[in-house]
């Protein structure tokens, strides 16, 4: 069982930027891939971006790429997401997910799930 808390939402004015944390209770940490995705109001939840349980393999969506760096530390059991030059469409509820070993961007094949957090992106 692996217990996700992110933390780091809130409100910021476009062109701003976030830092996104989440916290894992997971002994073997470092075994698992870790996802961020988002969901925003009436759309189905997307992926934002992953890192390998070894941080040698990265992917981000198309709409993050360039703006957004996912990164992880093993020895604190952490997942960080830092997201610069912020739009009003990145405005949703931020989830961090785990999933053992397997390198994947599908929703659907991520076990764990933190309860998400707010960020809210102004005009």
């Known amino acids: 069982q692996v217990q996700l808390v992110e933390s780091g939402g809130g409100l910021v004015q476009a062109g701003g930027s976030l830092r996104l944390s989440c916290a894992a209770s997971?002994?073997?940490?470092?075994?698992?891939?870790m996802g961020w995705f988002r969901q925003a109001p009436g759309k189905e939840r997307e992926f934002v971006a992953q890192?390998?349980?070894?941080?040698?393999?990265?992917t981000y969506a198309d709409s993050v790429k360039g703006r957004f760096t996912i990164s992880r530390d093993n020895a604190k059991n952490t997942v960080s997401l830092q997201m610069n030059s912020l739009k009003p469409e990145d405005t949703a509820v931020y989830y961090c997910?785990?999933?053992?070993?397997?390198?994947?961007?599908?929703?659907?094949?991520?076990?764990?799930w933190g309860q998400g957090t707010q960020v809210t992106v102004s005009s």
């Open positions: 997910a785990a999933q053992y070993r397997r390198v994947t961007i599908t929703t659907s094949e991520y076990i764990y």
């Open positions: 997971a002994r073997t940490f470092s075994s698992y891939t």
């Open positions: 890192i390998s349980w070894s941080g040698g393999s990265i």
